[in-house]
C-alpha cells in the first residue's frame, strides 16, 4: 500500500466542556445506567416507529433478496503462485485458498464458525507465514476498532491468541517465529507502538514508539518481502523507515519529518521507489538504489506531471511499475518498463462510469484488476497485464430482474456561489414525474469522492419512485487535492453551502416541485446536520449515521488523540479566527429553535472513531429546541461500533430507507 494514510474520521475519548449541558451523556465506561437507560428509552420509542413501518423495510428486504445477482466471479488475491478469496463455501464463509491456474480449493478459516459466539464480528486482516502453515488473523469482536490477534495451525487447527488491544496490521517475520503488531494507546486508541510479539509467548519487544499524540504509527509490506515500511504520519505531514523483516532492524526515517512533506515508499530488489511531494506542491515518482534512499539528493525523477495532475498511488511488478494519477475528475494509469522506462498511459475507465484498481496482484503476478460501474449499471471487473497491456473482461455481475435501458443516471453541475458542484443522479425513466422525491447523499470530507456505485439497494429505491443523488461538494476529492483543500478547515463552510445550493437546485430538477431527504454517516454527518441548521425549511426529512456534530467542544480537547492532527481538517479552535469558522459551522452549537424536518440518528455504543455521546447529545439538543412535529428518532446499536455488523447491514439500511420513504408517503397524502 502506498496511498496515502487519511484518517478520516476522530477519535474522542477527552472531556466535554463544564458547560455543556448535555454532557451527563458522555461516559467514557459506557456502563452508566442512567445513560444506558436514556439510550434505552430511546431506542423502544423509535421501536414503535420502526414497528409502524416495518410493510416497508420488508418490503424492500424481499425485492433485495429475489433480486438477488447472478454475482460475477471477484478476482483472487494472488500472492507466491497461490490465490486467495473470501466466499461461500459449503454454506458457510471462508477463507479460502488455491494454486494459481487450479481449481481445487482450501479452506483456511471458518469466518462463520469464529463469528458464532459474538453480537459484533469482523475479520480486518489476515496474513500467512512464508511456510503457508500459520494464519494471522485480526479480528473485531466489539465494534470498536480495537483488534485481536491469534495465530492458526493450518495443520492441527489449534488457535493461539497473540496480543489484544492492537490495530489490524499483520507482519510476519521471515523465519515465521513472529508478529509485528501496532499496538493501541490504552485510553486514547492511537496507534503508538511498533512491537514484535514471538510466538513463544516471550516478552514483546518494542521496536518504535511515537511520543507526539498528533501522530500515527502505521506498517505496510514492501513488494520485496524482505522489507516493511514502518510510517507515522500526522494530518498532511508524513515519515518513513525501512524494518527488515529477517534481522529485526529498523532504518532511521528515509526523510526526515517536515510540516507539509509527504513520501511514501516501496522497494523492489536493489531500489526504492518513491511519490512524494518534497520538491513541488503536487507529487512526483522517483527512484533510488537502496543504499541510498536516504540520501534525497540522489533521487531521481521517473515521471513528473507536466500539468496540476497528482500522482495519487502507484504498484510494482516484475514488467515494472504503474501509476495512478488524477487531473481535475479524470484518473489516468501509466506504465512503466522494468528498467523504469515510460511506456504509455491510458484512462482508467471509460466516460460515464466510475472505476478504481480494486485487486492487485503480487511483484510476480503482473496483474491488476479494475472495478467499474455506474449507479445504473452492473459492476464488472476487467483484468488488465501490466507486461503485455492487453486489458480484458473479466466478469460482470448480472441480474435476472434488472433491465439497464428502465433506468437514467446523468452528471449535472449546480451553481453555489460561481462554482459549478458535479452531481450524480439516477431515477426510473417511468417513475419520473414533477413531484418524485430526492434522495440527496453527501459527504465532503478527507479527500474523498463518494463513487456512484451501482447498488441493488439503490435501485429499488428508484423502482419506488425516487430520484437517488450524491452531491460531489468541496472538501471531497472529485476534482483532485484542490477541490479538497476548498472545502477543509476554515473553508468547510463552502461543502456546507456547496450541499444547500444542491439541494435547493434539484427542487426544480426537471421543472419539478421536489421533496428533498437528505443522508449523511460520519463527516457527512457533519455536512447534512449543518445544512440542517442553515436551510431547514429546504429538507423533508434526513438519516444522520453515526454523525460526527460536537465539533467545538471535541476539536478544543487537548487530551483527545488526533485534536491536533485533525486541525487541519475542521479548524484549530486555538486560532480566534478559524475558532470563529468552526463556531459558524458547528452542527450542535448552532441548533436553535426552528422547525427541523423528521430527523433519524443512529450510532453505535463501541464506537471510537465517532462515538455514541455525539448522535445522543445532539439529539437531545435537538428534541429540546424543535418546533417541528417530527419524528425524531435515535436509534442505539449496543454492539456495534462505527461500522454495522454485516449479518445485520441490509436490516439497518432497510429501517433507513424505510423511514425516509415513510415520510414520502405522508407528503403525497397530504398534498393529496
Do not use: C
Not at 416497508?56 to 429475489?66: A, P, V, Y
Not at 499483520?170 to 492511537?190: M, V, Y
Request: hydrophobic letters at 35%; a negative charge.
Amino acid at each position: 500500500m502506498k496511498a496515502f494514510v487519511l484518517l478520516a474520521f476522530v477519535f474522542l475519548t477527552g472531556k466535554v466542556s463544564a458547560t455543556d449541558h448535555y454532557s451527563w451523556l458522555r461516559d467514557d465506561s459506557r456502563s452508566a445506567s442512567k445513560v444506558l437507560d436514556y439510550l434505552a428509552e430511546q431506542n423502544n420509542k423509535t421501536q414503535q416507529y420502526q414497528d409502524s413501518i416495518q410493510p416497508i423495510s420488508e418490503s424492500l428486504e424481499k425485492k433485495w433478496q429475489e433480486n438477488r445477482p447472478d454475482r460475477a466471479e471477484k478476482p483472487w488475491q494472488e500472492i507466491n503462485g497461490y490465490e486467495y478469496a473470501i466466499l461461500e463455501h459449503n454454506g458457510k464463509k471462508a477463507l479460502l485458498s488455491r494454486e494459481v491456474g487450479h481449481t481445487v480449493t482450501t479452506e483456511l478459516l471458518n469466518l462463520d464458525e469464529r463469528s458464532t459466539a459474538h453480537d459484533y464480528y469482523q475479520l480486518a486482516a489476515w496474513e500467512l507465514d512464508s511456510t503457508k502453515t500459520k494464519l494471522a488473523i485480526a479480528e473485531d469482536i466489539t465494534g470498536s476498532e480495537q483488534y485481536q490477534v491469534s495465530v492458526v495451525d493450518l495443520r492441527t487447527k489449534r488457535v493461539t491468541p497473540i496480543a489484544q488491544n492492537v490495530d489490524n496490521s499483520l507482519g510476519w517475520s521471515r523465519d515465521g517465529q513472529s508478529l509485528f503488531l501496532i499496538e493501541l494507546e490504552s485510553k486514547t486508541s492511537r496507534p503508538y507502538a511498533l512491537v514484535q510479539y514471538s510466538l513463544d509467548q516471550s516478552s514483546p519487544i518494542v521496536v518504535l514508539r511515537e511520543l507526539d499524540s498528533s501522530w500515527l504509527l502505521s506498517y505496510y509490506q514492501t513488494s520485496d518481502s524482505q522489507f516493511a515500511v514502518v510510517q507515522v504520519n500526522s494530518e498532511n505531514s508524513s515519515e518513513q523507515r525501512l524494518l527488515d523483516l529477517g534481522s529485526g532492524e529498523l532504518t532511521a526515517p528515509l526523510l526526515p519529518r517536515e510540516p507539509g512533506i509527504e513520501y511514501y515508499v516501496d522497494v523492489s530488489g536493489s531500489r526504492v521507489f518513491i511519490n512524494s511531494n518534497h520538491e513541488r506542491s503536487q507529487f512526483a515518482f522517483y527512484s533510488v538504489p537502496l543504499n541510498q534512499a536516504s540520501q534525497v539528493e540522489q533521487w531521481n525523477t521517473l515521471f513528473e506531471p507536466a500539468d496540476e495532475s497528482r500522482v495519487n498511488n502507484f504498484y510494482l511488478f516484475e514488467s515494472g511499475p504503474v501509476l495512478i494519477s488524477q487531473s481535475g475528475a479524470t484518473q489516468s494509469l501509466h506504465f512503466f518498463d522494468s528498467n523504469n522506462q515510460y511506456r504509455l498511459s491510458q484512462p482508467l475507465t471509460e466516460a460515464g462510469q466510475v472505476a478504481w484498481v480494486s485487486q492487485v496482484g503480487d511483484y510476480a503476478s503482473n496483474k491488476l484488476h479494475i472495478r467499474s460501474m455506474s449507479l445504473t449499471q452492473p459492476a464488472k471487473w476487467e483484468r488488465l497485464s501490466t507486461k503485455t497491456l492487453k486489458r480484458t473482461l473479466f466478469s460482470q455481475d448480472h441480474y435476472s430482474h434488472y433491465h439497464k435501458s428502465e433506468y437514467q443516471t446523468e452528471q449535472i453541475t449546480v451553481n453555489s456561489d460561481g462554482k459549478m458542484i458535479p452531481v450524480t443522479l439516477a431515477y426510473r425513466k417511468d417513475k419520473l414525474t414533477k413531484k418524485t422525491p430526492v434522495f440527496l447523499y453527501g459527504y465532503g470530507a478527507y479527500g474523498m469522492t463518494m463513487k456512484p456505485y451501482f447498488m441493488p439497494q439503490i435501485i429499488s429505491l428508484l423502482d419506488e419512485g425516487v430520484i437517488y443523488a450524491i452531491a460531489h461538494v468541496r472538501g471531497g476529492g472529485f476534482y483532485g487535492d484542490s477541490w479538497y483543500q476548498a472545502g477543509k478547515g476554515i473553508n468547510k463552510e463552502n461543502g456546507i453551502a456547496d450541499f444547500i445550493a444542491t439541494a435547493r437546485a434539484l427542487r426544480t430538477y426537471y421543472q419539478g416541485t421536489r421533496s428533498i431527504y437528505a443522508m449523511g454517516g460520519s463527516a457527512g454527518g457533519t455536512l447534512v446536520a449543518a445544512a440542517l441548521n442553515q436551510a431547514p425549511d429546504l429538507f423533508d426529512g434526513a438519516v444522520l449515521k453515526v454523525p460526527f456534530v460536537d465539533i467545538v467542544n471535541s476539536m478544543s480537547d487537548s487530551s483527545l488523540p488526533l485534536t491536533a492532527q485533525q486541525y487541519g481538517e475542521w479548524g484549530n479552535p486555538n486560532i480566534k479566527d478559524e475558532l470563529k469558522v468552526m463556531k459558524q459551522y458547528d452542527p450542535y452549537l448552532n441548533l436553535r429553535k426552528q422547525a427541523y424536518p423528521p430527523i433519524l440518528i443512529q450510532i453505535g455504543l463501541n464506537d471510537r472513531r465517532v462515538p455514541y455521546w455525539e448522535g445522543a447529545k445532539y439529539y437531545a439538543k435537538l428534541n429540546e429546541l424543535t418546533t417541528g412535529h417530527g419524528p425524531y428518532l435515535l436509534s442505539t446499536s449496543f454492539t456495534q461500533g462505527h461500522s454495522t455488523d454485516r449479518r445485520k447491514s441490509l436490516s439497518q439500511q432497510a429501517f433507513e430507507y424505510a423511514f425516509l420513504l415513510s415520510l414520502t408517503l405522508k407528503d403525497i397524502k397530504a398534498e393529496q
